[in-house]
C-alpha cells in the first residue's frame, strides 16, 4: 500500500513540477500531494485528493497530457481509497 501511495505522490510531483500546465493545475497537484499525505484515514486521503483532481481535469485551459495524467493519477487513487489495508 506503501508503495501504491509513493507512486501516486511522485506523479503528482511530476505534475506539479510540470511548467507546460498552468500554475494553478501545478498548485492543485501539490494540494492534492499535501492531502493524500495527511494523517486522516487512507479512504479520506484518496477521497480528499481524488475532489482536487476531478475539479483540476475539468479546468479548460489544462493540456491533454496533463489531463491524462490527472486521470491516471485518479484511477490510482480509486483503487487505493477502496482497498482497506
Known sequence: MADKIRQVADALDMLAEDTSVPRNIRKGAADAKTKLMGKEPIDV??????????????????????????????????????SKN
Open 45 to 82: 486521503r484518496a477521497g480528499g485528493a481524488l475532489s482536487i483532481l476531478d475539479d483540476l481535469a475539468n479546468d479548460p485551459n489544462i493540456p491533454m497530457h496533463g489531463r491524462t495524467l490527472i486521470y491516471n493519477i485518479m484511477s490510482q487513487l480509486e483503487v487505493i481509497g477502496q
